[in-house]
C-alpha cells in the first residue's frame, strides 16, 4: 500500500479524519496523496503537508491508483459516472465511504472492471484509533490486501459481509456520537455532585478509555468486568439499577435500531 497513489474523492469531515490518519504514519508519503473538495479553502490549512489539493476530481483520478470516495450517498453515482472516462480497470482501486450506496450499484455506474469495496471507518481516524469495516464482491486478495493495509494505518479494520455494511455504519460511525453522548451525560453528572468541569471530563474521558481497553485486551463480555465494581449494596449497582429503571439500555437499543431503520428507508 505504501507505494501507491492515494486519492480522498471529497474530503469533508470523515475524509478530513482519514487524511489525518494517515498524514500520521510516517511510511506514507504525503507527495502521493491527493484530496478533492468543491471549495479547497477549507483545506488550505494543509498546504504545508505536502499533499495535492485540488477541485477537480477528475486530476485526482487520474494522478491515484487507490480511491477513497467520500462523497454524499445522493452524489456518488452520478460522480462516478462522470470519473468513468478517467478510471482505469489496470490501475484503479475503488474504496466507498458511502453509506447505503451497494457495490453492485458502484459496479453498474462504472461499468469496468476495477476492484471495488466499501468502507466504513469513524472520525477515530484523525487520531489513528477508526474501526473500519470492510466489505467487496472481488476475489482479487492484492486488492483487498491494499484495502485494508490502508485503513489499518488509520486504526484497526476488520472485513464483513457486505449486507452488515448498514448495521456497521451504525454500530461504528454513529456509534461514536453514541458514545459521546453517553460520556457528555457522565460529565454532566460529575460537575452535578461537585467537579469543575475540566475534572470531571478528564475522570471521564481516562474512565472510559481503560473501560474499552479493558474489553479489547481481556476479550470478556461486559458483564464480566461490571460484576467486579458491583458489590453487595453497593453503590456501583444502585446507580445502574436507577439508570435501567429509567430505560437507559433499552433506550440505547432503541436509538440504534431506529438509526438502522434510517438507512433501510
Not at 489499518?152 to 461504528?172: C, P, Q, R, Y
Not at 445502574?240 to 437507559?248: D, S, T
Amino acid at each position: 500500500m505504501y507505494d501507491k497513489k492515494i486519492a480522498i474523492i471529497g474530503c469533508g469531515n470523515l475524509g478530513l479524519s482519514i487524511l489525518n490518519g494517515l498524514l500520521a504514519d510516517p511510511k506514507i508519503d504525503p507527495k502521493k496523496i491527493t484530496v478533492t473538495k468543491r471549495r479547497t479553502s477549507s483545506l488550505s490549512h494543509l498546504a504545508d503537508t505536502g499533499i495535492h489539493i485540488t477541485s477537480n476530481n477528475i486530476e485526482a483520478v487520474q494522478q491515484s491508483e487507490l480511491l477513497i470516495i467520500a462523497l454524499k450517498p445522493y452524489t456518488i453515482l452520478e460522480i462516478l459516472k462522470e470519473l468513468k472516462g478517467v478510471l482505469k480497470e489496470d490501475q484503479h482501486i475503488i474504496a466507498s465511504l458511502a453509506t447505503g450506496i451497494s457495490i453492485q450499484q458502484i459496479e453498474s455506474a462504472i461499468d469496468l472492471d476495477i476492484p471495488v469495496f466499501r468502507a466504513m471507518p469513524n472520525t477515530a481516524a484523525d487520531v489513528g484509533e477508526s474501526l473500519t469495516c470492510i466489505a467487496s464482491s472481488t476475489s482479487n486478495a492484492d486488492s483487498e490486501k491494499i484495502v485494508k493495509q490502508c485503513f489499518d494505518t488509520i486504526g484497526t479494520s476488520i472485513v464483513i459481509n457486505e449486507e452488515l455494511m448498514d448495521a456497521a455504519t451504525v454500530l461504528g460511525a454513529c456509534g461514536i456520537a453514541y458514545v459521546l453522548r453517553f460520556m457528555r451525560g457522565m460529565i454532566q453528572g460529575g460537575i452535578e455532585i461537585g467537579f469543575d468541569a475540566v475534572t470531571a471530563s478528564n475522570i471521564v474521558t481516562h474512565t472510559v478509555k481503560g473501560a474499552a481497553q479493558l474489553l479489547i485486551e481481556r476479550k470478556q463480555h461486559p458483564e464480566h468486568e461490571i460484576d467486579k465494581v458491583t458489590t453487595p449494596k453497593g453503590c456501583t449497582i444502585a446507580g445502574l439499577n436507577e439508570m435501567e429503571h429509567n430505560g437507559f439500555s433499552s433506550a440505547l437499543i432503541k436509538g440504534i435500531v431506529t438509526s438502522y431503520d434510517k438507512i433501510e428507508k
